[in-house]
């Protein structure tokens, strides 16, 4: 092998894994119970592909979690710094961030299954320090209440997201996460109508150069 050939083959190896992890996703979510075999024949590739990258469907289903968590990660980490206002940051957080729950929401369905509960609050450790920041500044300024404690609230929140998440599985929400920065405003006290607007404003926000 020589030096020319191989970035060729490594960039290769990578969009190998990508669309592997890309079947993975379609084919779990078609049978939770899939195969390697299953997932292979969805990426378009030989078995001892798939095996390649990921040697049994553990380190697959871990493969998924991973990507996920980067998926997370950059989107905390893109776009123009969250709103001030804690309302604001609460629905643009919830907008921006529910395509990539509703990608990876087969997770649900499986991944607590195979690698358990723990895995999964793993994942949203990022999302939750940055909830619990913006509830927090909410309760100190008076526009969330303080029924319970920012840190339950999020817990409360993020049990809400698996469900609405459950939900989009079955075809009942299709929007593009309205319903889900909508409901998180709702459980932190503001009044429904007044949730839809934020959650539009949000929208006007980050539409618009900041």
Same mark, same amino acid.
């Given at each position: +092998?020589?030096?020319?050939?191989?970035?060729?083959?490594?960039? *290769?190896?990578?969009?190998?894994?990508?669309?592997?992890?890309?079947?993975?996703?379609?084919?779990?979510?078609?049978?939770?119970?899939?195969?390697?075999?299953?997932?292979?024949?969805?990426?378009?590739?030989? @078995?001892?592909?798939?095996?390649?990258?990921?040697?049994?469907?553990?380190?697959?289903?871990?493969?998924?979690?991973?990507?996920?968590?980067?998926?997370?990660?950059?989107?905390?980490?893109?776009?123009?710094?969250?709103?001030?206002?804690?309302?604001?940051?609460?629905?643009?957080?919830?907008?921006?961030?529910?395509?990539?729950?509703? @990608?990876?929401?087969?997770?649900?369905?499986?991944?607590?299954?195979?690698?358990?509960?723990?895995?999964?609050?793993?994942?949203?450790?990022?999302?939750?320090?940055?909830?619990?920041?913006?509830?927090? @500044?909410? *309760?100190?300024?008076?526009?969330?209440?303080?029924?319970?404690?920012?840190?339950?609230?999020?817990? +409360?929140?993020?049990? +809400?997201?698996?469900?609405? !998440?459950?939900?989009?599985?079955?075809?009942?929400?299709?929007?593009?996460?309205?319903?889900?920065?909508?409901?998180?405003?709702? !459980?932190?006290?503001?009044?429904?109508?007044?949730?839809?607007?934020?959650?539009?404003?949000?929208?006007?926000? +980050?539409?618009?150069? *900041?």
């Amino acid at each position: +092998m020589t030096p020319e050939t191989s970035p060729p083959l490594r960039s *290769q190896a990578r969009a190998n894994r990508a669309r592997i992890l890309e079947a993975a996703i379609a084919a779990f979510a078609a049978d939770p119970d899939a195969s390697m075999d299953d997932v292979a024949r969805a990426a378009g590739v030989v @078995r001892r592909t798939v095996y390649s990258h990921f040697p049994n469907r553990e380190v697959l289903i871990e493969g998924l979690v991973s990507e996920a968590s980067t998926a997370i990660t950059e989107t905390l980490a893109s776009g123009p710094p969250a709103p001030d206002a804690p309302e604001l940051a609460v629905a643009v957080l919830g907008l921006r961030t529910w395509p990539v729950g509703d @990608r990876f929401r087969i997770l649900l369905s499986f991944a607590r299954r195979e690698l358990g509960e723990e895995r999964i609050h793993d994942l949203l450790e990022p999302l939750r320090a940055t909830s619990i920041d913006n509830v927090e @500044r909410g *309760q100190r300024t008076g526009v969330f209440s303080n029924y319970l404690p920012a840190e339950l609230l999020v817990a +409360m929140y993020e049990g +809400m997201t698996l469900t609405l !998440l459950e939900h989009a599985n079955r075809g009942v929400i299709v929007d593009r996460g309205e319903t889900f920065a909508t409901a998180a405003l709702v !459980l932190l006290g503001i009044h429904p109508d007044r949730a839809a607007e934020v959650v539009a404003e949000a929208a006007r926000w +980050m539409r618009e150069p *900041q």
